[in-house]
């Protein structure tokens, strides 16, 4: 089945720093989405792509779906303490095809030092 | 309405007995979505509703998971004998069509552990 990779796998940085993960699939995606997740809750949606080489941003949050379709990043500016958790990254459709269902990567565990 | 609901928050059960976990959806939303969530990964999907008809249930782990929707509105997922590999976070999620994938609200959950 589809796979996406998803790297770091953790990062420990200072407040203040700014942040990169992305997210590789040998899959073409039709949707790239970004959540985040605290300990003992669901994700939450951060960002959502659609469309080849979009750049959106949502505040300190900025993301890209690549333009080969199997790729995106996420950046996060001036880190804070209430970044700190897991964040991953999801993709719908494409070569794979039929569920209406997100596959996710493992997760990039975001933690920082003050 | 105060987002996707889960219950129970946490279940114990004994190897070899059927649990059922459920899920009620923000109340506008017609898409129901069942996730699995074991330690260190990702969310798996397992499977889908839209209104009361279930779309894909091919991703299921086993024939021991099913789930329902009978009138639309709640679902409930059901494993039958538990193995201890079934322990795990199992997250519901709803959208509509209206919304798109800002409208995809994930539950908190249900950590069933199996002993």
């Known amino acids: 089945g589809q796979q996406l990779n998803q790297s770091p796998q953790s990062m420990f940085i200072q407040e203040g720093e700014d942040v990169s993960m992305n997210c590789t699939s040998s899959?073409?995606?039709?949707?790239w989405l970004w959540y985040k997740q605290d300990p003992g809750e669901g994700p939450v949606l951060l960002i959502a792509?659609?469309?080849?080489?979009e750049l959106t941003s949502n505040g300190r949050l900025t993301a890209q779906f690549g333009i080969t379709r199997k790729d995106s990043f996420l950046n996060i500016s001036a880190s804070i303490p209430s970044d700190v958790g897991i964040y991953f990254c999801a993709g719908r459709g494409g070569s794979g095809g039929g569920a209406d269902g997100l596959t996710f990567g493992k997760g990039t565990h975001l933690i920082i030092q003050p | 309405d105060t987002g996707v609901s889960q219950n129970p928050r946490h279940k114990i059960t004994k190897r070899g007995q059927n649990v059922t976990f459920r899920c009620d959806p923000i109340?506008?939303?017609?898409?129901l979505y069942w996730y699995r969530q074991t330690l260190g990964q990702g969310p798996e999907f397992l499977t889908y509703?839209?209104?009361?008809?279930?779309?894909?249930k091919s991703r299921l782990l086993s024939d021991r998971f099913s789930a329902e929707r009978p009138k639309g509105s709640f679902s409930t997922l059901e494993i039958q004998r538990t193995e201890q590999g079934d322990s795990a976070m199992y997250l519901c999620?709803?959208?509509?069509?209206?919304?798109?994938?800002?409208?995809?609200?994930f539950g908190s959950g249900t950590r069933l552990t199996v002993v």
């Open positions: 999620a709803s959208s509509s069509d209206r919304e798109g994938y800002y409208g995809y609200t």
């Open positions: 792509l659609y469309k080849a080489g």
């Open positions: 509703f839209q209104n009361e008809a279930q779309l894909e």
């Open positions: 109340s506008e939303h017609n898409r």
């Open positions: 899959s073409i995606f039709n949707t």
